[in-house]
Structure formats: C-alpha cells, structure tokens
C-alpha cells in the first residue's frame, strides 16, 4: 500500500467529498470513476419485483447518479432496482410511489464548501415529509460525510434519532497502514462489524468480512439500532483535519441500521465507501477508492444494504 506525506493525506480526505479537480503544491490531484469496476451481479435478488429508488439530487448533492455514485447506480440497476433521480424538495408527492430514498451529502450551499458551513440542507418541512413516509414504510439511506456534510444533514438525522459527530473520525489502530489514519478498516477479525442481515447477506457466499471507509465522521444510533460499523475504543474524532484536539469516538460508529415504523432506516457517515474511484496524481493513478479498494467487501456490503432497505433480506 502506498504511504502519502501528510500533506498528500490533507488533500485526499477532503478530495474525498468534493467532485472537481484540486492543485496542491504544483500538482494535479484528480478523482475518476474506475472503468474497470465489475459492475455485474451474478445472482440479482430483484428478478419480479423491481424497488425504486429516489436519488437525491436536489439539495446540492456531491454524490449524484452520473458523478461519483454512477458506478453504485449501475450496480444496484444491475441487481434489479429502478433508479431515478430527485430534482425537488422533499414532500408526501415527491416521495409517493418510491421503495427507497438515497440521500448522499446534502448540502445547504453549493461545493465547494467551507469548514463553517452549517447550515441545514433541509427545512423542518422536508423532514417532516421524510420521517412520515418512513412510518408508512418508506425505506431510508442518509449518508453524510466528514465536517460540514453532519452539520448540514444533522437536521434530519435528528429527526430519526441519530447524532452525528460532525467532525473527522480517526483510528490509529484499524486503518489502512496507507499513512491515513481516517482509512477506517471494520473486519471479523477486529470484531467491528456488527450482527445484522446487512452483514451477512442470503447466504455464506454474501456474507461481508471486510469494509473501508475513507475519510468520515461518526455516529450514534437510537436505541434498539444495530451498529453495522462500529467505531474502537481508539476510534477519535476531530474538529478538522490534523489537528491535535480530539475527543474518544469508544461506543459509536460509522454506520447504523434501524427500524422506523413500517419502515427501514440506514445511516452512514462516510460517502466514498459505495463509491469506485481512482485518485490520480499528476495523471499517474495512485490508489483506489470505495467498492473498488482492494481486499475489501464494500461493494457487497451495498448490495446487501439495499437490498436489507428494500425488504427483501430479513
């Protein structure tokens, strides 16, 4: 695994959320899907029935269905849902006749964003609309990144009871190695993955083993959640990259499942994981990003999450 300075760490984190090119020190860090991704499943859960689902992108959303999370997009209609893209605000009309909402970095202004912004994406409205439509069984994935992407959804992760720790989750124990200590590894071995369907898909084959997250924050579910990725006791969280000031992130996490009336809701707090990327440096490509990663289960770790939201997996 390639190790980067500590300059190189600071501008990878925040590429990590934002979708256009960056010049650091005279050279071109750039974010590309990777064509190469295996987009193809082999065993689709939706053969009769097909779950649609609402993508966001009405709220200034870095993730959208043909940006980063094209290749999720793919994956996912591959697997049998229907998705289409959202370009309104969230009411009772805009959600009606939709399985699953898909909320990815919301944000209150557009990119690029600054560390103080904390402003909320939604109005009291929308989540209201998104929290009624969960209880009639709507299912939920909101996913928000490291510091100011949990300030800006923390509004309606409120709503269902989840708090976001807005900052930069690290771990200088379960990380990648790659010099990044906010490459967060969950495993069987280190005992940070969590007992739920998600986890271990339909059969042996789906069970997920290995996740990496890449540069988020933490969270806290409500009672009766299941932690899918839970954060160690070395776990911290800072206000901002780099700095020195931390507090113990010890009994949260990155990643929580839970139900909500008739419905289903999944919180993430890291956006780059359902992703499949490739950095590249100066044109030279240097590492790989989310589904992609080497060694790791994300890309079933998606498949079985949307497929857990969808109902389709008890």
Not at 124 to 138: H, T
Not at 144 to 150: E, I, L
Not at 262 to 289: H, N, Q
Request: charged share 25%.
């Amino acid at each position: 695994m390639r190790r980067y300075s500590a300059g190189q760490v600071a501008v990878i984190s925040f590429l990590l959320a934002m979708p256009f090119q960056a010049v650091h020190a005279q050279r071109k860090f750039e974010r590309i899907n990777d064509p190469d991704f295996d987009l193809a499943v082999a065993r689709p859960a939706f053969t009769d029935r097909h779950p649609r689902v609402l993508l966001d992108e009405a709220h200034f959303n870095y993730h959208t269905s043909d940006g980063f999370y094209k290749p999720l997009v793919d994956l996912i209609t591959n697997d049998g849902c229907r998705v289409t893209p959202n370009k309104k605000k969230f009411s009772a009309e805009a959600l009606d006749g939709f399985d699953i909402l898909l909320i990815a970095n919301a944000g209150s202004v557009k990119p690029p964003r600054g560390p103080n912004v904390t402003d909320p994406a939604f109005t009291k409205e929308e989540c209201d609309a998104v929290y009624a439509w969960v209880q009639a069984g709507g299912s939920l994935l909101l996913i928000a990144d490291h510091a100011p992407a949990g300030a800006m959804a923390e509004i309606l992760a409120n709503r269902f009871g989840v708090d976001m720790g807005k900052g930069w989750a690290v771990d200088s124990e379960h990380n990648t190695k790659s010099g990044n200590k906010s490459w967060l590894v969950y495993t069987e071995k280190n005992r940070l993955l969590g007992d739920h369907a998600i986890i271990h898909g339909r059969n042996a084959d789906e069970r997920v083993k290995h996740v990496v997250t890449f540069t988020g924050q933490s969270l806290k579910g409500p009672i009766g959640s299941v932690a899918l990725l839970k954060l160690s006791d070395t776990a911290e969280e800072r206000r901002r990259p780099g700095a020195k000031k931390t507090v113990s992130a010890k009994g949260r996490a990155q990643a929580v499942a839970f139900q909500c009336g008739k419905g289903r809701v999944v919180v993430l707090g890291e956006a780059a994981m359902l992703t499949a990327g490739i950095l590249t440096i100066d044109g030279k490509k240097r590492s790989k990003i989310g589904m992609n990663f080497p060694g790791s289960g994300n890309r079933q770790f998606s498949l079985n999450m949307m497929r857990w939201l969808s109902g389709s997996a008890e």
